[in-house]
Structure formats: C-alpha cells, structure tokens
C-alpha cells in the first residue's frame, strides 16, 4: 500500500516563495540525477525568482528538450509567455513542461517521461504527481529534504 504525505511545507513556511508538489509544498524539487539518468527536473527558488532546469523527454523517450534557467534550448522547443507563467512546447505546439504562479505558490505543468516512456512525473487537476524516482523535496544548506528511490 502507498504512502500519502499531505499539506506538509518542506523547508518553507506560508507566505513565502514556494512549489506545490502532491499537496505539499517545497522550496525544491529535483527528479532524477543530472547526468545519470536520460530525464532530469530540478525546481528551485534562487535570488527569489522560481528557476526550472530540465533534461525533458517526449512520450516516446526521446530528447525533446533542455531547459537552463527557464530558458529553453536548442531548436526543438520553444517558451509561450503566460499571465501567470510560462509554457515550454515543441514545435508542433505540444505542452513540454510549464510553471504557473499564484500568489507565491508556483504549480508545475506538464508530463516528465523516463526514457521508456512511462511518465515519472504529471500533473493532475493543480498537482504535480510524483510516480518514481530518484526525487527529491526539499533542500536548504547542505541538507536535502525528504529522498525518494
């Protein structure tokens, strides 16, 4: 049976900058190991601006895009500014990956596929549902938050 963790702030408190994920909040969010495995995502705050790095992947395991500081890279893809955010599509206009901020509550968009193409990582009526690991919730310092296999 699963484990379901709820409404915890994970290295915040109310009223500061933070990352919804599974009905918790965050000050950050890594999803896979840079380098290691073929998907990477690591949401953080920095300087007080919500920062997405990503390795994405499209639903059938290729590499549909990098991400280095909310910026897109390479011809593959492309970033729609939003009222609330951003979305980053590839050429066809397909969602890729997008953030959406209210208040000080960011909510991540999209679908991160490992490199089989089953989807590590969705989002589902305002979650981001987190299906596998390696992940991470939560840093500060040198400590991480709580680690996900």
């Not at 206009?93 to 991160?112: F, M, P, Q, S, Y």
């Amino acid at each position: 049976m699963p484990a379901v963790m709820k409404g915890n702030y994970i290295f915040v408190r109310p009223g500061e900058k933070m990352f919804g994920v599974a009905s918790n909040f965050t000050n950050y969010l890594e999803l896979g190991v840079r380098g290691v495995t073929a998907y990477y995502l690591e949401a953080k705050i920095e300087n007080n601006e919500f920062l997405i790095n990503a390795t994405l992947l499209d639903h059938s395991g290729k590499s549909a895009c990098e991400v280095a500081n909310n910026f897109p890279e390479g011809s593959g893809c492309r970033k729609e500014m939003t009222p609330q955010g951003y979305r980053i599509c590839n050429q066809a206009g397909d969602l890729l990956l997008g953030i959406e901020v209210t208040g000080d509550v960011c909510l991540l968009k999209g679908t991160v596929y490992g490199p089989n193409g089953d989807i590590i990582a969705q989002d589902q009526a305002d979650e981001f549902l987190v299906y596998r690991g390696p992940a991470v919730l939560g840093r500060s310092g040198g400590s991480r938050g709580i680690v996900l296999g």
